[in-house]
Nanobody, 123 residues
């Protein structure tokens, strides 16, 4: 049984930082592209970032580039999202997901999902 479990969400003031973690179990972690998506109330789930299985390639949506950093530790079956200079518009539920193949920017191509972790950024 594949499980992705996110942690690290919380409440922070604008300009602050959070580090999200996503631990995978029940799956061979290495072949998967790992992604982070977020969903704010009343909005569609949107791509935030993804990282190749080797960790050599990282992808970001424009609104977070330069502020967020994705990384992975295949030995620990864990992917991270370091979020700096947080803004109120970053407030959302953040999900990690695993993608064996397909468009990494589309949530429809991801095979497994975590339950999500809430990030709230206040002024």
């Amino acid at each position: 049984q594949v499980q992705l479990v996110e942690s690290g969400g919380g409440m922070v003031q604008a300009g602050g930082s959070l580090r999200l973690s996503c631990a995978a179990s029940g799956v061979t972690f290495r072949p998967y592209v790992m992604g982070w998506f977020r969903q704010a109330p009343g909005k569609e789930r949107e791509f935030v970032s993804a990282i190749s299985w080797s960790g050599d390639y990282a992808y970001y949506t424009g609104s977070v580039r330069g502020r967020f950093t994705i990384s992975r530790d295949n030995a620990k079956n864990t992917v991270y999202l370091q979020m700096n200079s947080l803004k109120p518009e970053d407030t959302a539920v953040y999900y990690c997901a695993a993608n064996r193949g397909g468009n990494i920017y589309s949530y429809t191509t991801y095979d497994y999902w975590g339950q999500g972790t809430q990030v709230t950024v206040s002024l």
